[in-house]
């Protein structure tokens, strides 16, 4: 009989007085008794809606089965055969809004952990597998991949389970794109990405890091090379700012600079000289999940004071509820309906405050938010010493310009039809790329989807 408690296991948490000071992970993880509780809420549904909200099309209930019989191995197998990364995307992947939201049990109490239990399998694996996946035999046709992001990760593992000898080309010195330089310590170890990348090395998949491709070499020398299809997942690596006085006075941060420095610089660890400079009181200005990682690692880093700043109300912010919950508990303050207009400096060029006006909402937006608009008469000055812009991102335009006729939107977005492929013949693109900043699991849906249509495209339609 199914487990019909109506609210999902809950899963262990440090302690929040204790880890708003370190970087060890802040959620726990299923124990074996944990999980098999939770594998049996599933009712094992015959019309799988589950299915249908995950990306990349993990087959939930069977894997959840495995997991009530005890078959952690089988289990892992079943998510291995659609998801390249499950470690990750047990722990950052936003099934909220995704699969446990299509949860039959969901309807009268709490969706199942889907994710906790996907955690748990991928956890188990990397702890008990005794061997490497064997690198399947080659079918002699070559593909670059571009960026070792999630999206290039799942494109490149798709297309060397089916025989092609793949490199991936990465700008930084390792391999793991924002999974290593955006999302802390605390919510993805890096040690599990680490392990992940080092699957895909085991079938095959070469990963030549410090490589800037459209600086070091082009798209079209790549297929000077002999690669026969490119897969573009770079990413959306170029900060936003708001355009305001004080944005270039020493103590302001691009989210992206300060999560950078923190987690793939390693600033929060002594034995690593990385400079970085969060201050006592700290303004991040945004309210998605990165203004929530940024918050949090200000918080580590010995800050006092953190707030958010944000412009619409606390209902309309998009970061996940759980990163919110998290940070509230580990002391950042909520700033709501509230626009910088200005950043104030001392006299040597140091952050010394930030001027604020309040707002309220309006009509909605195209977004069907609605709209913040500026209160008459309620500017204020917000105290702080440090500001981190978290406003969002888009495509460095590095690749399209030294690549012809790739065609870009008007945000820079690379264009690309239903099967990934772009203007430029032999080319595919996906990810934060295409879409501008968006989640881990939608980049790795697109890579999935690019690597079935480079297969069908050099191999045949039977691939």
């Not at 095959?204 to 299809?229: C, K, N």
Request: aromatic share 6%; glycine share 12%.
């Amino acid at each position: 009989m199914p487990n019909m408690d109506p609210r999902k296991t809950a899963m262990p948490v440090q302690d929040p007085a204790v880890r708003r000071r370190n970087f060890e992970e802040v959620a726990k993880g299923y124990t074996e008794e944990m999980a098999l509780v939770e594998a049996q809420r599933c009712l094992q549904c015959k019309n799988r809606p589950c299915v249908s909200g995950c990306p990349v099309g993990v087959r939930i209930p069977d894997f959840i089965e495995r997991v009530a019989a005890r078959d952690y191995e089988g289990a892992y197998d079943i998510i291995a055969s659609s998801n390249s990364l499950p470690a990750v995307c047990g722990r950052v992947c936003p099934q909220e809004n995704q699969c446990e939201q299509k949860c039959v049990r969901g309807i009268k109490g709490e969706s199942v952990g889907i994710g906790r239990l996907e955690r748990f399998v991928a956890d188990w694996h990397m702890e008990h597998a005794s061997s490497a996946p064997a690198a399947p035999e080659k079918n002699g046709h070559r593909v670059a991949v571009i960026g070792a992001g999630p999206a290039g990760l799942t494109c490149a593992g798709g297309l060397a389970r089916r025989g092609f000898d793949v490199t991936i080309f990465e700008a930084f010195h390792r391999a793991g794109g924002v999974l290593v330089y955006g999302i802390p310590e605390f919510r993805l170890p890096k040690a599990i990405v680490e392990k992940e990348v080092d699957g895909l090395r085991a079938l095959g998949v070469q990963i030549e890091t410090d490589m800037v491709i459209g600086r070091v070499l082009s798209i079209d020398e790549l297929f000077e090379r002999g690669f026969e299809a490119v897969f573009v997942g770079s990413g959306a690596g170029l900060p936003s700012f708001m355009g305001i006085e004080g944005e270039g006075l020493l103590g302001v941060y691009s989210a992206n600079e300060f999560l950078t420095r923190v987690n793939l610089m390693k600033a929060y660890r002594d034995d690593y000289d990385t400079p970085i400079r969060p201050g006592k009181s700290v303004a991040v200005v945004g309210g998605g999940n990165v203004a929530m990682d940024a918050a949090r690692c200000a918080m580590r880093l010995g800050a006092e004071t953190v707030r958010i700043v944000y412009r619409r109300s606390e209902e309309e912010i998009p970061a996940r509820r759980e990163e919110i919950h998290h940070a509230k508990e580990e002391g950042v303050e909520f700033v709501m309906l509230t626009a910088p207009t200005r950043i104030l400096g001392d006299e040597k060029g140091f952050v010394q405050g930030m001027e604020c006006v309040r707002m309220e909402l309006g009509e909605p937006d195209s977004s069907g938010r609605r709209r913040p608009v500026p209160v008459e008469g309620s500017a204020f000055t917000l105290d702080c010493d440090s500001v981190i812009m978290a406003i969002g991102t888009s495509p460095n335009p590095l690749l399209r310009m030294t690549t012809p006729g790739l065609a870009a939107n008007r945000r820079g977005c690379i264009v690309v039809d239903e099967r990934m492929a772009t203007e430029k013949a032999k080319v595919y693109a996906g990810g934060d790329a295409v879409t501008g900043a968006a989640t881990v699991i939608l980049a790795m849906g697109a890579g999935k989807t690019a690597a079935e249509a480079i297969a069908g495209a050099l191999l045949g339609p039977e691939a």
